[in-house]
């Protein structure tokens, strides 16, 4: 078995959480392994620019800053916004990808247009440890006997679907994928929600493996790669 955790083996370990289609979920063809997704790519590309080979480790979401801050894994890809509060734990790339929050609700919902139309004694879903989890609860401050607390998106998206919940508030690209799978629509509300920059998160101080994520996001950047998978990844 391949050194886990070991930062200067042959290995590039990445961490993620792979239930967050398009950028990593699990299939039974994967790029590596059975994952897949524009972030499984691009962490490939890095693999290949560092001369390593990718190992993926998929975990809860909420554990991916401790992982990646006491070395556990060598870098966090997945569709990670680089916020303020993870900026004091880890170490960021340049972005790779500018998102914003949407909210998932039934096709025939008439009653939600807007974020502010949630605090109308909605119940609303969202996915622990989510900036989305952080809008609902700080900026939102919805009741917190309204708010469903789910580890994936799909289960609360599900809920959604089978009526249980009026509402989920999740990443764009996610919410979309999500919702066209459950025939669900989209309320979009670009005034209440900012835009968010993911980014790919490392140890704090490890420059070396920084600046090489860094080259190949611009590389991948300046060559349209990285457009190309977004749209490549969102017809899937
Ligand atoms: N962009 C959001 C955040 O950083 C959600 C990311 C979820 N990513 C995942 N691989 N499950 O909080």
């Known amino acids: 078995a391949a050194l886990a955790g070991c930062g200067s083996s042959d290995k590039l370990i990445m961490g993620t959480n792979a239930a967050f289609p398009p950028f990593e979920y699990t299939t039974s063809q994967g790029l590596v392994g059975e994952f897949d997704g524009i972030d499984v790519a691009i962490a490939n590309k890095i693999a290949e620019n560092v001369g390593k080979e990718l190992q993926i480790e998929d975990m809860e979401f909420d554990g991916l800053v401790a992982s990646v801050s006491t070395g556990k894994v060598d870098m966090v890809v997945a569709g990670m916004t680089a916020t303020d509060e993870r900026k004091q734990s880890v170490d960021f790339s340049d972005p790779y990808y500018v998102a914003s ?20 004694d909605k119940t609303v879903g969202v996915v622990l440890g989510y900036t989305g989890d952080n809008i609902v609860t700080n900026d939102l401050q919805l009741a917190e006997d309204k708010v469903t ?13 089978n009526g249980k919940l009026d509402a989920v508030v999740i990443d764009s690209a996610t919410g979309k994928a999500l919702a066209e799978k459950n025939g669900l629509k989209i309320v979009e ?48």
Not at 101 to 120: C, G, H, M, R, Y
Not at 201 to 227: F, Q
């Open 149 to 161: 607390r789910a580890n994936r998106g799909i289960d609360i998206v599900q809920d959604v679907k």
């Open 101 to 120: 929050q949407v909210i998932v609700v039934a096709p025939d919902n008439t009653d939600i247009t807007s974020a502010e139309d949630l605090k109308n």
């Open 189 to 236: 509300d670009p005034q209440a929600f900012e835009t968010e920059e993911y980014a790919i998160a490392v140890k704090k101080g490890n420059t070396e493996l920084l600046d090489k994520i860094n080259e190949t996001l611009s590389e991948m950047k300046a060559s349209g790669e990285i457009e190309q998978l977004a749209m490549e990844y969102d017809e899937k």
